[in-house]
T-cell receptor
Framework: DTAVSQTPKYLVTQMGNDKSIKCEQN?????MYWYKQDSKKFLKIMFS???????INETVPNRFSPKSPDKAHLNLHINSLELGDSAVYFC????????????FGDGTRLSIL | GESVGLHLPTLSVQEGDNSIINCAYS??????FIWYKQESGKGPQFIID?????DKRQGQRVTVLLNKTVKHLSLQIAATQPGDSAVYFC???????????FGRGTSLIVHP
């Protein structure tokens, strides 16, 4: 069973388009995250979300928005895609508190033409 | 070892050798530390963690050492195998925060 799954695995689209990446976790975790990994492998947190609060990295453009229909899902919507959005996006989840490791999906590689 | 720079640091070892990957963390208030392994085409995978009230923690073939005085974390891999080839990340959490800070990553290459 895949613990954290995200779709699609690859996403190729044109500048200016709007796209979504879906994430689901079957671990029963109550906190989910989105990360962006650049070509140099640097992992940057974008959002952290649980049923109590959404924490947004202030450097993330407001073209990016997380949407959580329920505790097991955290989707990422991106409006007006730009060339600099090309990266690998990872979804992750953890059980609640600060002192628990995160479980990551296998990433979505987004390429902007 | 790891450094704050533009290029991914690389550690090359021979199969069977012990590997040591280093990480300098940034926040003296951080009290939870994690090592992740990321294989090509995959997401980071949890290896081992340590809380700030400990100096050392051992797992299967891996040991994490924490030196709070100099804000240094290391991951030791015993008898390194080709399957250990990956990028390794350290991450730190400050108590009460859901947001970890990841280090730059170190690429470990194991030669058979």
């Amino acid at each position: 069973d895949t613990a954290v799954s995200q779709t699609p695995k690859y996403l190729v689209t044109q500048m200016g388009n709007d796209k979504s990446i879906k994430c689901e976790q079957n671990l029963g975790h109550d906190t989910m995250y989105w990360y962006k990994q650049d070509s140099k492998k640097f992992l940057k947190i974008m959002f952290s979300y649980n049923n109590k609060e959404l924490i947004i990295n202030e450097t993330v453009p407001n073209r990016f928005s997380p949407k959580s229909p329920d505790k097991a899902h955290l989707n990422l919507h991106i409006n007006s895609l730009e060339l600099g959005d090309s990266a690998v996006y990872f979804c992750a989840s953890s059980q609640g508190s600060w002192n628990q490791p995160q479980h990551f999906g296998d990433g979505t590689r987004l390429s902007i033409l | 070892g790891e450094s704050v720079g533009l290029h991914l640091p690389t550690l090359s070892v021979q199969e069977g050798d012990n590997s040591i990957i280093n990480c300098a963390y940034s926040n003296s208030a951080s009290d939870y530390f994690i090592w992740y392994k990321q294989e090509s085409g995959k997401g980071p995978q949890f290896i081992i963690d340590i809380r700030s009230n400990m100096d050392k923690r051992q797992g299967q073939r891996v040991t994490v050492l924490l030196n709070k005085t100099v804000k240094h974390l290391s991951l030791q891999i015993a008898a390194t195998q080709p399957g250990d080839s990956a990028v390794y990340f350290c991450a730190e959490n400050k108590g009460g925060s859901y947001i970890p800070t990841f280090g730059r990553g170190t690429s470990l290459i194991v030669h058979p």
